[in-house]
């Protein structure tokens, strides 16, 4: 299992860009990036992922260096709504067993207002 | 609508007693999981099944039993034996790449 690594927390204020780092140094080739927000006493949100490069959505942005041991989770201009647990999996996306699913602590975003 | 469906949102288990808490969707998809998530902690693996009546032991099994008898039901019972049951419980179903939770149910022992 790709082991991932996270900052516990992250303090910012609303309209700032926030960036949140994940290693994953022993990433396999067929791996892919996924990230997922979660809310107090909900299921975690899907957000964005990606394989390598940069990957955009209406949410975020996905940064991934070339040698993909590490990714980068860039929230535009956040808002106190973006308060929230933020995981980072990396996993198989073409196997449905027991590797792709392992989450981690994930970081805890709290915008200030 | 699409989606996950779990049940009932807030249960309550008596010492001794078994439980079983309730996953259904409408996705169509094959794959299923449970994950067991404590106060300020990530999602830990339950139970998954790729299949019907096909399931494997996550990493904290232990305590826990789960079925797999139609596509869009993995039913979760909580045994007498999880001495520790109070938690936040989450379905998942996988779809391509990404994986649908449902909105969990929070377990309490009184």
């Known amino acids: 299992l790709a082991k991932t690594t996270q900052p516990i927390s992250m303090d910012s204020y609303e309209g700032q860009e926030v960036n949140i780092t994940c290693s994953h140094n022993?990433?396999?080739?067929?791996?892919?990036i996924t990230w997922y927000q979660q809310f107090p006493s909900q299921g975690p949100r899907f957000i964005i992922q990606?394989?390598?490069t940069k990957v955009t959505n209406e949410v975020a942005s996905l940064f991934i260096p070339a040698d993909r041991k590490s990714s980068t989770l860039s929230l535009p201009r956040v808002s106190l709504s973006d308060t929230a647990v933020y995981y980072c999996l990396v996993g198989d996306m073409t196997n449905t067993g027991r590797r792709a699913l392992t989450f981690g602590s994930g970081t805890r975003l709290q915008v200030q207002p | 609508d699409g989606g996950i469906t779990q049940s009932p949102k807030y249960l309550f288990r008596k010492e001794g007693q078994n439980v079983t808490l309730s996953c259904e969707q409408n996705l169509n998809h094959d794959a299923m999981y449970w994950y067991r998530q404590d106060p300020g902690q990530g999602l830990r693996l339950i139970y998954y099944s790729q299949i019907v009546n096909d399931f494997q032991k996550g990493d904290i099994a232990e305590g826990y039993s789960v079925s797999r008898e139609k596509k869009e039901s993995f039913p979760l019972t909580v045994t007498s034996a999880q001495k520790n049951p109070t938690a936040f419980y989450l379905c998942?179903?996988?779809?391509?790449?990404?994986?649908?939770f449902g909105a969990g149910t929070r377990l309490s022992v009184l």
């Open positions: 022993n990433i396999a080739t067929n791996d892919y």
């Open positions: 990606g394989y390598k």
């Open positions: 998942a179903s996988r779809g391509g790449a990404f994986q649908y």
